[in-house]
């Protein structure tokens, strides 16, 4: 039935009768405390749920009395079985895709199934919870305000050092994923190529019993690690401080006294911009001096 008053399109109106929905589920990172009301709610009346492994979430719906039907759908699988939930969800089905934890399609499954949904005219509808690289941002101590995430690093050392090459002059906080039996490797390759002095956090097990953050220089990082074998276990996160660059050396003292005044009082960016206008210096150089000064407090 049709509610008068409710500005609902045809199309709109017409999805929702024939097509199912796909709901992008986040579950625990480790606590179970942080599932949410919603995440429950919505696992407990779809039809189907598509998980990474079916065994290891089973233990994750028992716990909350959910009892829907699985279906397995990992990086093995998943386009030679997206067909077949495309087919449950245009058939009015509605499917739950979660992961082993966290967020998913973030360095895990489901990019093919979201894909061809929204191209089937498919509504995907996210519930929000954890993400295992926001948690370590959060508590980083680094800069947030911009960053990027590049997921696993190659396993081997020398595809490794090459990513990180690429990376060298990035000045954006670089986040990354790490496995326990690679964390030492990737460390190693980390402070070779971007230098022992570049500030890091290594987070390992969030949320869970043995969480550790630890904030130090690449290499004291790798000197940790590697002389305390229980910091090697677990899941990781590793966050990078940005590369200073290079443009934001030799700026005028009287340049710098300006922008530093400017920024006394106005937000970053609006500082910036106004001292390159009133210096004649580039602005990203100053931005780069001010953002630096800030993270040296």
Known sequence: MLLVGCPVSWEAW????????????????????????????????????????TRHS?????????????????????????????????????VALISDAGTPLISDPGYHLVREAHRQGIS???????????????????????????????????????????LGDESRTITFYESPHRILDSLADMVAVLGAERPAVVARELTKRFETIKHATLGELLA???????????????????????????????VLRIAQLLR?????????????KISGEKKNAIYQHLLQAERDG
């Not at 986040?26 to 990474?52: C, F, H, S, W, Y």
């Not at 009395?65 to 087919?87: K, Y």
């Open 14 to 53: 017409k999805v929702s009768i024939e097509y199912g929905r796909l709901y992008i589920v986040a579950t625990p990172i480790g606590n179970l405390g942080d599932m949410t009301p919603r995440a429950v709610e919505v696992l407990k009346t779809v039809d189907r749920i598509a998980a990474e492994d």
């Open 58 to 94: 089973g233990g994750l719906l028992k716990h909350f009395a959910i009892t829907t039907p699985m279906f397995a759908l990992h990086e093995h699988n998943e386009r030679q079985r997206c067909g077949v939930l495309i087919d449950m969800l245009l058939g009015g089905e509605s």
């Open 124 to 166: 995907v509808v996210p519930v929000a919870g954890v993400s295992a690289l926001i948690t370590a941002l959060s508590a980083s101590g680094l800069a947030t305000d911009r960053f990027c995430f590049e997921g696993f690093l190659p396993a081997k050392s020398a595809a490794r050092r090459a990513r990180l090459e690429l």
């Open 224 to 254: 940790w690690a590697e002389a305390d074998s229980d910091q090697q276990r677990g899941e990781f996160v590793v966050a990078i401080e940005g590369a200073i660059k290079k443009e934001s050396q030799g700026l005028d003292d009287e």
């Open 264 to 276: 006394d009082e106005l937000p970053l960016k609006q500082a910036a911009a106004l001292a390159a």
